[in-house]
């Protein structure tokens, strides 16, 4: 069954954290977790680690995250065996264009096509979706400096993910909505969407 946790900024909120948990198939300090980045700054390096030490602290152990850096060519078969893929933010473009190149848009999936839990960050919750035309909308989208034509997402479901969402920002992601013909769900950072099979449930920071 299809599970997945859709969030703006990680595992920063309580209510997101409980949901997380209770998803686990395992005791929590014997769940392995692959985290997919591919940072060009260090300044992006930073929410990397900042990702990491939030699943340290919710008690996993540091020896099972698994880091897959999508920036190299990397071996797929060491990357198969955990329970969960967190897969981090950044330019939402770059990301998809490097794990198609990796092979690791074929990983990804069929981890989840197996029920492994797929937890998204930021742009790893708009790839998640059908495409990430939503990635460069407005006056904070992310530059498409890779010139990728095809954006289709994984498919995983047909919503659109606007991460970090602000009050100001309501007028451009209601104008996205009016493009097109499937659900789109501003996240404030500390929100998420948690899918599991057909059930969707929208969770807010209060």
Request: one cysteine or more; hydrophobic letters at 35%.
């Amino acid at each position: 069954m299809k599970k997945l946790l859709l969030t703006s900024s990680g595992l920063d909120n309580k209510k997101v954290n409980d949901e997380f948990l209770k998803l686990l198939p395992k005791q929590i300090r014997e769940i392995k977790v692959l985290l997919v980045f591919g940072v060009k700054t260090e300044e992006e390096m930073f929410y990397v680690r900042e990702s990491k030490e939030e699943l340290v602290e919710l008690g996993i152990l540091n020896e099972n995250i698994l880091e897959a850096n999508i920036n190299n060519n990397l071996n797929l078969e060491k990357f198969r065996d955990y329970e969960i893929i967190y897969f981090c933010g950044g330019n939402t473009y770059y990301l998809l264009d490097r794990i198609r190149k990796t092979k690791f848009d074929k990983l990804i999936k069929e981890s989840v096509n197996e029920g492994k839990l797929y937890l998204g960050v930021s742009a790893g919750s708009i790839i998640a979706g059908e495409n990430i035309d939503i990635a460069g909308w407005g006056s904070e989208g992310d530059k498409n400096e890779v010139e990728l034509k095809d954006l289709s997402g994984l498919e995983f479901t047909n919503i659109s993910i606007f991460p970090h969402y602000k009050d100001e920002l309501k007028k451009e992601v209601e104008d996205f909505r009016k493009m097109v013909n499937s659900p789109v769900e501003g996240l404030h950072d500390g929100e998420a969407i948690l899918i599991i099979g057909d059930k969707i449930k929208r969770l807010n920071k209060k």
